[in-house]
């Protein structure tokens, strides 16, 4: 029982990490000599900010949210493991951490869609683009976990 | 006690050495403006000494990716002289007041051209040592969408549906919470009424026959 506790847990606050590193440190592109990114442009010769397009600023506010509905999650799962009664589902819980796996979903799928517009031929997707991939099933997986899941004792 | 304090503070601008009476001139440091409107480019100045007579205003102009710069407006004597054959020619307006150490100039109907360093120079003689200063010209075709901003609004619209939500599913069991209650008192009040009317109607009257002497 602490065991399966401990692992869902543990998945959870995996998913929120990864969220955690792919909108932070934001190596969405590399290329050569340039990472074009979420946040900021950087060359070898120096770094300028992001373009003020729409679709960037709908990225950025669209992982951000994603992060904010992962931390409501952790928060109500342990809320609602004292407050339940046994038998119970964690449905709030798994709500907020589905709504927070389509959130990183739509993050990535508008980057990939939009991506020809701002970033130059020739660049590759960095690692930040693929955690961000890797993260949106985690978190699914995760939310659908918490639905199917009972209290017991 | 003041008169004393006026005195040596004049007394201290006359010792003042000649090589800290530098005139400082302020100009703004970028202006942003869109095609086809006008901008007022501000320039005023910083001297010890009063305004002289000679006081001289004058704006020069260096492009974007452009290292030579030209001669826009010169003020000098009294008389102010605009571009009569540049870029500017007809666009310029002289718009400052030289007696209120204000050189500023007005640019009518901007072109995506004219991008670029403007650099203002003014010199009130004796006080010629100074450091130009320059404003930076941005023309914009349509006003840009400040970075963060439709971050912001969509961060705000879905983080307040949700509290919306929460403050609805409350609102929603604290009516359903009290209309039940009400209802179940008017029950409750109801089915006591009934309780104790027929409890008083079944009581047996007193037996007189059981009743001992």
Not at chain 2, 143 to 163: H, N, R, S
Not at chain 2, 182 to 191: F, Q, T
Request: aromatic content about 12%; overall charge positive.
């Amino acid at each position: 029982m602490l065991l399966l506790l401990l692992g869902i847990i543990f998945l959870h606050l995996a998913a929120l990490v990864l969220l955690f590193v792919s909108t932070i440190v934001s190596v969405w592109t590399t290329g050569e000599s340039t990472t074009s990114d979420l946040w900021i442009n950087c060359t070898t010769s120096g770094c300028s900010p992001a373009s003020t397009g729409e679709w960037i600023q709908s990225v950025q506010a669209v992982m951000i949210l994603s992060i904010i509905f992962s931390c409501l999650s952790l928060f109500l799962f342990f809320c609602q493991l004292f407050t339940l009664q046994k038998g119970g589902r964690f449905f709030l819980t798994g709500t907020f951490q589905i709504l927070a796996s389509l959130f990183v979903m739509s993050g990535a799928i508008i980057y990939t869609v939009m991506s020809p517009e701002w970033v130059p031929e020739g660049n590759s997707f960095g690692y930040s683009y693929i955690l961000a991939w890797v993260a949106f099933p985690l978190a699914l997986i995760s939310g659908l976990i918490y639905v199917i899941l009972r209290k017991r004792e | 006690m003041l008169t004393f304090l006026a005195l040596t503070s004049v007394a201290l601008l006359g010792i003042v050495p000649e090589q800290s009476q530098a005139i400082a001139i302020y100009t703004g440091w970028e202006r942003h403006a869109l095609v086809g409107s006008d901008i007022r480019l501000s320039c005023s100045f910083f001297s010890w000494r009063w305004t002289s007579e000679d006081v001289t205003f004058s704006w020069t102009y260096r492009p974007d990716g452009s290292r030579d710069s030209i001669s826009i407006f010169h003020y000098t004597g009294g008389a102010a002289y605009v571009d009569n054959k540049g870029p500017f020619r007809d666009r310029l307006e002289f718009v400052g007041n030289p007696g209120r150490r204000d050189g500023s100039i007005l640019l009518k109907n901007l072109e995506l051209n004219d991008n670029g360093t403007f650099t203002c120079d003014a010199k009130n003689p004796p006080d010629i040592v100074g450091r130009p200063s320059s404003v930076r010209l941005l023309v914009f075709e349509k006003v840009p969408i400040q970075a963060g901003v439709i971050t912001g609004a969509i961060i705000g619209v879905v983080l307040g549906l949700l509290v919306l939500i929460v403050v609805i599913y409350y609102l929603m069991r604290f009516l359903v919470a009290r209309r039940v209650f009400s209802l179940s008192v008017s029950k409750h009040g109801k089915k006591k009424k009934e309780g104790s009317q027929q409890r008083q109607g079944p009581v047996p009257p007193a037996d007189p026959s059981k009743i001992k002497v």
